[in-house]
């Protein structure tokens, strides 16, 4: 199933609504870094949005190093960040 990048506002308006979010360099993705107590809690955090990525079929890069965690966001059907990744933001916020 193909999805449609976001429109400009629609990205400015998740951003405005998510600053702790960035847009990556080339405008393709959106990349944010959590830090957290220790490596478990770093841990339960990827282990939640593990299972929601895998239940929406929408997976995200990340790299862990002990307490942080780094996300990038990206829809690669759709040539940048679309309503997966939007959703997948305001998802995170909610456990973040």
């Given at each position: 199933m193909t999805v449609a990048k976001l429109t400009e506002t629609e990205l400015a308006d998740l951003l405005?609504?998510?600053?702790?979010?960035?847009?990556?360099?080339?405008?393709?993705?959106?990349?944010?870094?959590?830090?957290?107590?220790?490596?478990?809690?770093?841990?339960?955090?990827?282990?939640?949005?593990?299972?929601?990525?895998?239940?929406?079929?929408?997976?995200?890069?990340?790299?862990?190093?002990?307490?942080?965690?780094?996300?990038?966001l990206t829809t690669h059907d759709a040539g940048g960040v679309s309503a997966r990744d939007a959703a997948m933001v305001e998802w995170i916020a909610g456990i973040g």
């Amino acid at each position: 199933m193909t999805v449609a990048k976001l429109t400009e506002t629609e990205l400015a308006d998740l951003l405005a609504r998510h600053p702790e979010w960035q847009l990556r360099a080339d405008g393709l993705a959106l990349e944010r870094t959590f830090r957290f107590a220790d490596f478990n809690a770093a841990f339960g955090f990827m282990t939640r949005v593990a299972l929601y990525a895998d239940k929406h079929d929408h997976h995200p890069e990340w790299f862990n190093v002990y307490n942080r965690v780094e996300i990038t966001l990206t829809t690669h059907d759709a040539g940048g960040v679309s309503a997966r990744d939007a959703a997948m933001v305001e998802w995170i916020a909610g456990i973040g």
